[in-house]
């Protein structure tokens, strides 16, 4: 039951971060503007930086997320808890950035149609942060998840129950990185057939 526990609780903490990133997003987006045509808003510069820019920030907000919260997963847990971790990083990262790309989107939205309905044709308006690239929305979860996942590999702890004593292991273990000859038993190999 405490597998289950740890993913729910680290899935949910996550994924109330996503409530700051899409207030953080749309902070930060670079205004975009739009030009009415016939009651449509269409971008005024379809290749310009103002879309590409929104796209960005998020993605840089996802990346930043994804890492810390890797790391903190790691730091706060511990042998025993990786892969309810580890799934609740995925399953959380990824309910944050669904989450903080529709609160971003819908912050002004209203403000915005409204402006777009009452427009005559040929004037421009200023949108609301809005994601073209879908894509983006892995990056927090991937992130966490690789970064969790490099941490283990270069810190590399210690499997359950071992405390890392110095001195012969038991007759069915390797101590260390090297094997203990002394630890098998006289005339038999260490899995217990006749040498």
């Known amino acids: 039951m405490r597998p289950v526990w740890t993913w729910a609780v680290t899935t949910l903490i996550i994924a109330l971060l996503g409530l ?8 930060i987006s670079p205004k975009v503007t739009y030009i009415v045509v016939q009651g449509q808003a269409l971008l005024a510069e379809p290749e310009g930086q103002g879309p590409i820019g929104v796209d960005g920030r998020f993605a840089l ?15 706060a847990g511990g042998r025993g808890n990786d892969l309810p971790l580890v799934l609740g990083l995925a399953a959380g990262g990824l309910a944050a950035s669904l989450l903080a790309w ?25 949108g609301v942060a809005q994601l073209r690239a879908t894509g983006i929305l892995v990056f927090w979860p991937l992130l966490g998840v690789a970064v969790y996942g490099v941490l283990e590999a270069l810190v590399k702890r210690l499997p359950a129950g071992d405390r890392g004593e110095a001195g012969i292991g038991q007759p069915d273990q390797i101590g260390g990185g090297q094997f203990d000859l002394q630890a098998a038993p006289a005339g038999r190999d260490v899995d217990g057939r006749e040498g």
């Open 61 to 75: 907000i996802a990346v930043v997320a994804g890492v810390l919260c890797g790391a903190a997963a790691y730091l």
């Open 20 to 27: 700051p990133a899409g207030l953080l997003w749309t902070e």
């Open 102 to 126: 529709r609160l971003g989107h819908q912050i002004g939205l209203d403000a915005f149609q409204r402006a777009v309905r009452r427009a005559p044709d040929g004037r421009t308006v200023t």
